[in-house]
């Protein structure tokens, strides 16, 4: 007997049953909800990665640039789904995968996740979110006034006022960093006489009308890459972000900083905004905050702080401090779905003065009218989701008190974790923690005697092995799938400024382990050993120089 395979047609019914929720649990919808919720659960309970397929194998799944003439059964395609795509997909909740800013979530966003892509409000505008835009707007007031600390009087003039704006919502810090430069170029460039400012007019006609020879924005040299897009974006060029140099940790100098404004305007060259850095990606470090603040409050600079990663730390008032200064800031650039556990695509950009917006502001006949209450109004995205209301249910959940929990115990768990590498006769901590980010190497303890003794030729060999020898691991553990730890290159003070492989973690997962800190370098060292080339080298090297 032959048996007829069932296939799916394109008609008005079976299109409108998939726009309708199931009636029952038990009906085909409710089961494969339930099905990929089970498979889901149990991915997150496995590897880091999975090590099945090669990424060149997962490819070929995704090879066919055909678009399907005729329908798929929602069952199928979702057993396609499970198989090829979250199976080969990355474990970053995981409390072993400790290498990027992403962390576990808690579960109850899932749930109100189907809630924000059931209702699928569209938050430029009024008309097509209505009680989003109120709530955006608390919870950019939430995280102004964590920033500033203004009284309750200002946030009942500004934060629901139609022609200001406390800040925006932002897919991420990338956007956020741009918006918040955005404002400063067309603030220094603004409307002047018959000049309709740099807006209307473009760059080239604002530069002759001002009599500027250049633009430029200030930043350490450990500043966000995004920060030279924004550069791009905004027409400067990117030889116009000019990096400063940092000290041994990992903070803007500020000699070198002052330094750097004079010879800039001796060059006839505005600068229109300085960036401090309150967590940098690759160490976790903090600017001189109140330093740079002083400077640019002096020379009428519009200081932005990107605080992507260590913004959150504001939570916490033991951590408080390490940010001060900020407040003194024009905007404020954090990213909630790092260390306010949110999911990926909210990033915000918080002003410290609301009429700071009507620099960027533009409306449409359609939509964004004037007068009207519409998030769209100041902001460079257009169509967006609700993701302030995953935030809100944070903070509300969560608490300032559960946050400052949680923020305490990553930066407890770092020191924790830099001084266990620091006992390691094998092992030495390159950057130490100021947040909860830190870097390291593996270093035999052969070798490390060996620097001691070695002549700069000597060094510098040795030091390229240590950096082949970190490449290696770190992939190798990535290969493994059981533990995860990033690599980045820095050029610290105390290896004569030499380029250095290290890895980077980052211990903001409140479900990692001492225990799992502790594999992590057990693994490191065994597979330091199964190295073929390196690691000889390294025992080599290090037993002709000291003897």
């Not at 604002?206 to 430029?216: I, W």
């Not at 006839?268 to 401090?276: D, E, H, P, Q, R």
């Not at 935030?391 to 300032?400: P, W």
């Not at 382990?513 to 390196?534: D, W, Y």
Request: overall charge negative.
């Amino acid at each position: 007997m032959v048996t007829e395979t069932k296939t799916a047609e394109a008609s008005l019914e079976s299109l409108h049953r998939i726009f309708t929720v199931p009636e029952a649990p038990d009906s085909t919808l409710g089961k494969i909800e339930q099905e990929i919720s089970q498979n889901l659960n149990r991915f997150l309970q496995n590897h880091i990665a999975a090590t099945d397929s090669s990424l060149t194998d997962i490819e070929k799944d995704f090879s066919n640039p055909l678009i399907p003439e005729k329908p798929t059964f929602v069952s199928k395609h979702t057993e396609f789904l499970l198989d090829k795509l979250v199976a080969q997909s990355v474990h970053t909740s995981s409390p072993r995968f400790i290498g990027h800013m992403t962390s576990a979530l808690p579960y109850f966003l899932m749930p109100l996740s189907k809630i924000m892509i059931g209702l699928n409000q569209n938050t430029v505008k009024i008309e097509t979110s209505k009680a989003f835009t109120p709530l955006e707007r608390q919870v950019l007031g939430m995280l102004h006034n964590l920033i500033y600390d203004r009284d309750d009087p200002f946030y009942e003039s500004w934060m629901h006022s139609a022609e200001h704006s406390l800040g925006a919502f932002c897919s991420g810090g990338t956007i956020a960093n741009i918006t918040a430069l955005w404002v400063a170029r067309n603030a220094a460039l603004k409307a002047d006489g018959d000049f309709k400012g740099v807006a209307e007019e473009g760059l080239f006609r604002a530069m002759r009308h001002y009599g500027y020879d250049d633009l430029a924005i200030l930043v350490s040299e450990r500043g966000h890459y995004s920060l030279k897009k924004s550069a791009d974006v905004l027409g400067i060029g990117r030889q116009s972000l000019i990096a400063i140099p940092t000290d041994e940790n990992n903070r803007i100098r500020i000699d070198k900083l002052e330094e750097k404004v004079a010879e800039l305007k001796a060059k006839n060259t505005k600068v229109f905004a300085l960036v401090g850095v309150a967590g940098t990606t690759e160490t976790g470090n903090i600017d001189p905050l109140d330093a740079m603040a002083e400077i640019a409050e002096r020379e009428g600079i519009h200081f932005h702080v990107d605080a992507a990663w260590g913004g959150a730390s504001l939570m916490s008032n033991n951590q408080r401090q390490k940010l001060k200064g900020i407040e003194r800031a024009d905007s404020v650039t954090i990213d909630a779905h790092k260390q306010l556990y949110v999911p990926m695509g909210a990033g915000m950009v918080i002003f410290k003065d609301p009429s700071m917006v009507s620099a960027i502001e533009h409306h449409a006949n359609y939509i964004l009218r004037k007068g009207s209450k519409d998030l769209g109004s100041h902001t460079l995205e257009g169509s967006r989701s609700g993701m302030a209301m995953l935030l809100y249910a944070s903070l509300n959940i969560i608490g300032r008190e559960g946050y400052e929990l949680l923020i305490d115990q990553s930066v407890d768990k770092a020191e924790y974790f830099a001084s266990l590498i620091a006992d390691q006769p094998d092992f030495e901590v390159v950057s130490k923690p100021e947040l909860c980010l830190l870097t390291y190497r593996f270093v035999p303890e052969a070798v490390k005697k060996a620097f001691e003794v070695a002549n700069d030729a000597q060094r510098e060999v040795l030091h390229q092995h240590l950096n082949d020898l970190t490449v290696f691991i770190q992939k190798h553990q990535r290969e493994a799938g059981n533990t995860f730890v990033s690599r980045t290159t820095l050029t610290p003070v105390q290896f004569d400024n030499r380029a250095t492989i290290v890895f980077r973690v980052v211990l903001a997962n409140p479900l990692t382990t001492k225990n799992i800190l502790e594999e992590v370098l057990e693994e490191q060292r065994a597979l330091a050993k199964q190295s073929t080339i390196a690691y000889p080298k390294l025992l080599e090297l290090a037993e002709q120089i000291l003897n």
